[in-house]
């Protein structure tokens, strides 16, 4: 009977080496809580300053209507993300951050930046007018579009389980361009306010309500379609960047430098002549918004077609039952289990149905990696521990699976053929040093008897049970 690969070792070294020494001699600053101290202090120090400089700028009553107006579209856009992130949830943390940069330090960079920039450039050519226009169409979408690509840049170096495709590249820096859109609204919406006021100008006819409708209502996904942009060069840098350094700093640099070109197109159609802006928002913006919608809409897609395809494999080692694979590469089916256990169990059922639903999602993309050879070098580790926690939530979530795969196909959910290719050359080598993975072995290597136990199947090891 074949068992699995047992789990791999450190590489031994010296105490002080580069493995044992690092873990045991660790330096203050590199404890996680001091790590997360400093960005939370960070981020909370670029709140506070561009909190008062936005407030400098548009004044209390200014600033409050901003809010106001500026906060609508805020729900709907992060509900829009987060739903294009349901295959494979990432954790709440990384959007959080994702949210406060854009809101706070990216939009304290921008202000800055584009502030300085463009006095620089009024004083060094005596043109005022001809500056504003400058910092508008060149500064503002380098400086702009840099500070969001931050945000995504630290979760794919710091956070690289979570940042996985192109999905998760979209959602991040979506969320990220929603923080800097929502400050910037709340600067030009309280500053028309501001105007107004002065003005005297009241309804659809005053300032305000031209900046809400052009901001607000027309161009809400402005800045997320500009920063997704910068998200699909770190998500296809994810896929197919690894072990190729030049190809993981291109595919990002490329996403970026659209993205201020998409951005300096959008700003500069105001010098278009009359109609410039509606006739880029009309032919340009209106389609590419489509275009990228309809991209991410595939690739969620593409995902769910993976799980459907690598978790079948799981199912015949005992792992999973054979409806599962099925449930799991539809989110109808997913919906349906939550409510199952909710209705009979209450919501700590649901809710472990959702993790469970999340992990063998992970699991399937964690093999399909593995399959061409970008798992890297702690695979069986992480497969095991995820198969750990699916199979601490069966006795929850596999009747509710089960009941989801029937309740959308009546007919016996259908298991697809499993086919064992060769891994050779292209292929997962395995974690070094271990003789049970090799470049002709199979991944994984599991038993395809497996004896009884859980119910009519179980692995045929459980490194779990005691």
Request: proline share 9%; hydrophobic share 45%.
């Amino acid at each position: 009977m074949a068992t699995f690969p047992p789990y791999p070792t450190h590489p031994s070294g010296p105490a002080d080496g580069p493995v044992g020494g690092a873990l045991r001699h660790a330096h203050w600053w590199q404890r996680p809580w001091v790590r997360y101290g400093a960005l939370i202090s960070l981020l909370a120090l670029s709140g506070l300053v561009i909190l008062a400089l936005v407030r400098e700028q548009t004044g209390t009553e200014g600033f409050l209507v901003g809010l106001g107006l500026a906060v609508l579209p805020v729900p709907l856009l992060v509900a829009a993300f987060r739903w294009l992130d349901r295959v494979e949830p990432g954790p709440w943390r990384n959007l959080l951050f994702a949210f406060a940069w854009g809101a706070c330090a990216a939009a304290l960079i921008a202000i800055v930046a584009n502030s300085f920039a463009t006095r620089w450039i009024a004083t060094a050519t005596a043109d005022p007018s001809g500056a504003d226009t400058l910092g508008a169409t060149v500064i503002a979408p380098i400086v702009e579009e840099s500070a969001k690509a931050a945000a995504v840049l630290l979760i794919y170096l710091f956070r690289r389980r979570d940042f996985t495709g192109i999905v998760d590249g979209v959602v991040i820096a979506g969320v990220t361009a929603t923080g800097f859109a929502f400050t910037e609204n709340i600067l030009y919406i309280g500053t028309a306010f501001g105007t107004d006021q002065l003005t005297g100008d009241t309804g659809i006819a005053s300032v305000t309500a031209a900046t809400f409708f052009v901001r607000v209502v027309m161009s809400p996904f402005a800045h997320p379609l500009f920063t997704v942009l910068t998200g699909i060069g770190f998500g296809i840098s994810a896929l197919w960047g690894e072990g190729r350094p030049v190809r993981r700093v291109l595919l990002p640099l490329t996403g970026l430098l659209l993205a201020m070109s998409m951005h300096a197109f959008w700003n500069g159609s105001s010098t278009f002549g009359e109609y410039g802006f509606i006739a880029v928002y009309a032919a340009f913006m209106v389609p590419a918004f489509g275009l990228l919608t309809w991209l991410v809409i595939w690739t969620r897609q593409r995902e769910l077609r993976t799980v459907r395809a690598e978790l079948p494999a799981y199912a015949l080692a005992g792992w999973l039952t054979p409806a599962e694979p099925y449930a799991l590469g539809s989110m109808r089916a997913r919906r349906l289990a939550r409510q199952y256990a909710r209705r009979h169990l209450g919501r700590p059922a649901a809710r472990a149905v959702a993790q469970y639903e999340a992990y063998a999602t992970s699991l399937a993309f964690l093999r399909h990696r593995g399959r061409l050879g970008r798992a890297g070098p702690d695979f069986v580790v992480r497969e095991q521990k995820l198969l750990g926690e699916l199979w601490e939530r069966r006795a929850v979530a596999r009747p509710a699976l089960v009941h989801a795969a029937h309740a959308i196909a009546p007919a016996p959910a259908p298991v697809p053929p499993v086919t064992w290719p060769p891994y050779g050359s292209q292929g997962y080598q395995g974690y070094p040093g271990h003789p049970n993975y090799g470049p002709t072995t199979p991944y994984p290597s599991y038993s395809h008897n497996p004896g009884p136990g859980y119910g009519h199947n179980r692995p045929a090891y459980d490194p779990y049970r005691p």
